[in-house]
């Protein structure tokens, strides 16, 4: 393979411009779903700590400590037979989708491990679910069947749900809370009537091979073995989940078994809309409120040891297992099993090495909110001054929260989020030491550093040079784990009066006092982490000017591809193959990196080795690979990098061998061509020696077209007004009376293969057949110069099928093509081009599949256009 010089060096001398944010509405969307998730454990809090009011946390350590043992040995027994249950969603559902192409094993351990994640990270679709896509895609199931996989397994706790809501109703309906009742017996009958219609679905599926269709949308349905299994499946998993709490709280706590159910199915549900990590807060709030366990200390050490058991307890099986497989992995002679194992574990090291973080953040956080050991802080009175003790204290907070940031970066495989978290990592067990001998704390927290140390190899990623923003559902997950443990902090210290002297009371028992600094900063902290979030990235992209490196003029000039001059605009950055035989230009967009066509190269193998190269360079630095506006000849080169292709229209080029201006369908030009002489209009084109002679007049025409337009620049898809870019090219002008009334830069391909125009502008009040005229005469000069090919650009989404069986990008862009004219003239252009003779040929997006697809759409035209919608201006 050809070596590739990294750029990553040269992105680090070149600042890279700022990123932009997608269209409002979609943000607003966004940040409404993350702020109702915050406002969802708001209210949860505020509730939990009125039902808790009387209750002081000396009560809850000391109910605690009286949980009997054997009940916590069966509460760790009905956990196991939950996570069990829940990996057999996905060996049934792997069965239906795709039968025999994943072994039992790992379908299993997808499901198990990745309900894991999810429960103790939460965004179940963006752990669980990536999990899942990462370990499927990997045994080569596409994008499609995983979706149908996760599907399917989700409907199984759904099933779950709705029938133990059926049998609360049908075995004790007058219990249950939250339910309006319409009198027993009709619950009773809305019950039975759920369950009937079960039984009929099991039924329905034995008669024959049965396929969901919403929409477009189709899904296989499993056979009624399977649904009866998964049915069963889901029951054992909710059930044995419940249990886990039930065998916990304390005796005489819950009067109905379905009551109970019910209480726990809401919340649960509440918990995931809250988007806090396993729904802390919301959870607990929903148990206490619907089972009336208010003012009761132990309800709420029940609680805690059911987060121990239930979310913390596998979370820690899963990350014991990884780590154990990255020492396996690090053996210099595997066994096939090894292989194996480590194939499924390593997409998962990640979503893992993120909740490590998020948790010694949490750890951290937690230590500093409540009170610490007395006889430890005596014991630190003689060895370390009081200044150390305040400054270690608001350290922790500061590294805790940091903590929680970071675990984004390590969920990305960035490598300066994994250094950086090996130093908070370090940082915090070193203020958990001097901030009261929490030597417990420190050696969690190196325990984890170490881990992470075991995981250095699956963090590669240097993004380029991008701005620091968290998205909005990981801002609400941290503002609501926060949020969490500051009301935990209140609750600790409530024996506490208020009084504006604590918050300067310097002492080594004034913890209370630690604890209101603390929130100060972790606060201050939220709220600058919001702003930024708010600001970075809004307004339109800003592509800022880039060093051409010596190689590129040379290569673009051998280069038959007459578009290939968009590399001279000076508004992208190269990854430059070693021996200087070939480059690939590219910008960043939101979260792909875009190359402006396929690989410019000397031969077919530099080509490949760069296009190669280029997926690389972003998969390192964390991005969506994207190649924008390539011809059909390499798509099978594309589509062995797992990539897919969306057909954005066609480009027109003219067989100069076969043009005249003679015969009845060159009419138009001909009587353009002619009317432009009778008006005194005159054609030439200067040579690009020439060409900053009349640079100033050619800027006064742009600018007047441009606000005749109403529009701005494109870019990096065509050219711009720039003095430096237009000096490489020759220029076709049109003249009257001496004064330049239009004009047209010309790109020129290698061996008289192919020209092209890039700028075409003309004066407002210049003659309506100007354009046309420009172009027979274009069209004509080339011919006689020798040129085969002339390239008349891209007609967009023109040609796309509107067939139901073709793609649902192909029907919605015809569909766009059709009935956009509101918008822009899509036919209209094509129209313009037809009159010339051309020949059509297709032109792709490339880019990753599934749901990564729209979103390298958005950041292709956001990159061409500055928005979506700028592409829509006339």
């Known amino acids: 393979m050809t070596p590739i010089v990294d750029s990553e060096k040269q992105i680090r001398k070149i600042e890279a411009r700022t990123e932009s944010s997608n269209p409002w509405s979609v943000k607003a969307r966004s940040a409404l779903f993350a702020f ?25 350590r000391q109910s605690l400590r009286e949980i009997p043992r054997n009940l916590v040995f069966l509460a760790f027994a009905f956990t196991i037979l939950s996570f069990a249950a829940v990996a057999i969603y996905d060996v049934v559902a792997v069965e239906t989708i795709a039968p025999g192409r994943i072994p039992y094993r790992i379908s299993a351990m997808a499901g198990g491990a990745g309900y894991a994640i999810s429960n103790a990270l939460g965004f179940s679709l963006l752990t669980g679910g990536a999990l899942r896509y990462r370990i499927y895609a990997a045994e080569g199931i596409d994008t499609a069947d995983i979706g149908r996989i996760i599907g399917t397994s989700w409907m199984a706790i759904w099933f779950a749900f709705i029938i133990l809501i059926a049998v609360a109703l049908v075995i004790d309906p007058s219990r249950i809370p939250w339910v309006v009742s319409f009198g027993p ?60 709490l039930y065998v916990l709280l304390p005796a005489g706590s819950v009067s109905s078994i379905p009551a109970f159910a019910l209480v726990y199915v809401v919340a649960v549900a509440l918990g995931i809309v809250s988007h806090a990590p396993g729904g802390i807060g919301a959870f607990e709030a929903t148990i206490i409120a619907g089972l009336g366990l208010g003012q009761n200390p132990d309800a709420i050490a029940a609680l805690v040891a059911y987060r121990a058991i239930y979310t913390l307890f596998p979370f820690l099986i899963a990350v014991v297992g990884f780590a154990l497989s990255e020492i396996l992995r690090k053996r210099h002679v595997l ?26 953040g949490i750890v951290l956080l937690i230590s500093t909110v409540i009170p610490g050991t007395h006889y430890r802080l005596e014991a630190l009175s003689g060895i370390v001054p009081m ?47 001097i901030k009261g001998l929490a030597w417990e704390e420190a050696l969690l927290l190196t325990l984890m550093a170490g881990i992470l140390l075991l995981f250095r190899e699956s963090f590669y990623r240097k993004p380029l040079g991008e701005s620091f923003a968290l998205s909005w559902g990981w801002l609400a997950s941290v503002g609501t ?23 300067w009371e310097f002492a080594w028992d004034a913890q209370a006092s630690r604890f209101l600094r603390a929130l100060v900063l972790v606060l201050t902290c939220l709220a600058a982490i919001t702003i930024n979030t708010i600001i970075n990235g809004v307004g339109r992209i800003k592509l800022r000017a880039q060093p051409i490196p010596d190689e590129v003029p040379a290569l673009v000039a051998q280069s038959a591809r007459a578009s290939d001059a968009l590399a001279l605009l000076g508004d992208k950055r190269f990854l430059m193959d070693d021996a200087g035989h070939g ?38 630095t964390g991005t969506r690979t994207v190649f924008y506006g390539v011809g059909p000849e ?61 640079m100033q007049e050619l800027r006064a025409i742009s600018d007047a077209w441009l606000a005749m337009k109403s529009g701005s620049e494109k870019r990096f898809s065509l050219g711009s007004f720039e003095n430096a870019y237009l000096a490489h090219f020759d220029i076709a002008i049109l003249r009257k009376e001496g004064a330049i009334v239009a004009f047209a830069n010309l790109w020129r391909g290698a061996g008289q293969g192919e020209v092209a125009v890039d700028l075409m502008r003309h004066l407002p009040d210049a003659s309506s057949v100007v354009m046309d005229g420009l172009f027979a005469n274009l069209l004509v000069a080339a011919k006689n110069e020798g040129y085969r090919w002339f390239n008349l650009g891209a007609a967009p989404l023109s040609g796309l099928s509107d067939s139901h069986l073709a793609s649902r990008w192909n029907r919605i862009g015809s569909f766009i093509y059709r009935r956009g004219a509101e918008f822009y003239r899509f036919d209209g252009l094509r129209a313009f081009k037809d009159k010339f003779g051309p020949k059509w040929t297709p032109y792709y997006l490339i880019c990753p599949p599934g749901l990564a697809t729209p979103r390298s759409l958005i950041d292709a035209t956001n990159l061409v256009s500055g928005s979506p919608f700028e592409v829509f201006k006339r």
Not at 41 to 54: E, K, M, R, T, Y
Not at 185 to 210: F, K, M, N, T
Not at 335 to 341: F, L, P, R
Not at 408 to 416: D, E, K, Q, T, Y
């Open 36 to 60: 109702l998730g915050i406002a969802v454990a708001g209210i949860s809090l505020l509730v939990l700590s009125h039902l808790s009011s009387d209750i002081y946390l000396h009560d809850v």
């Open 185 to 244: 017996i009709v619950d009773q009958i809305i019950g039975a009537g759920v369950l009937a219609c079960v039984a009929l679905l099991l039924y329905w599926l034995s008669r024959r091979e049965r396929t969901l269709r919403l929409g477009k949308m189709s899904v296989k349905l499993p056979s009624t073995q399977g649904a009866l299994l998964q049915i069963i499946s889901g029951l054992v998993d909710v059930a044995a989940a419940a249990a886990t």
């Open 335 to 360: 066994t096939a099993s090894t292989q194996t194992a480590v194939r499924m574990f390593e997409p998962l090291i990640p979503p893992l090495s993120a909740g490590i973080a998020f948790l010694g």
């Open 387 to 433: 200044p150390f003790l305040e400054m270690s204290h608001l350290g922790a907070s500061f590294v805790g929260l940091a903590l929680l940031i970071v675990a984004r970066g390590l969920a990305r495989r960035l490598w300066r989020a994994w250094l950086v978290a090996l130093g908070l990592f370090s940082a915090g067990a070193v203020f958990a030491l």
């Open 481 to 503: 784990t926060a949020f969490a443990i500051i009301w935990l902090g209140f609750f600790a210290y409530r024996h506490v009066e208020y009084a504006n002297e604590l918050w």
């Open 583 to 620: 480059f690939v230009m590219y910008a960043r967009s939101g979260g792909s990196l875009v190359s402006m066509g396929e690989p410019v190269g000397t031969d077919d193998k530099t080509v490949s080795d760069l296009a190669w190269a280029f997926r690389g360079l972003a998969d390192r």
């Open 634 to 694: 390499r798509l099978p080169l594309f589509l062995d990098m797992g990539l897919t292709a969306l057909k954005l229209g066609e480009v027109a080029r003219v067989d100069l061998t076969e043009f005249s201006l003679e015969g009845s369908k060159r009419q138009p030009l001909r009587y353009a061509a002619r009317r432009l002489e009778k008006e005194g209009v005159t054609f030439e084109i200067l040579p690009r020696e020439r060409t900053s002679e009349v």
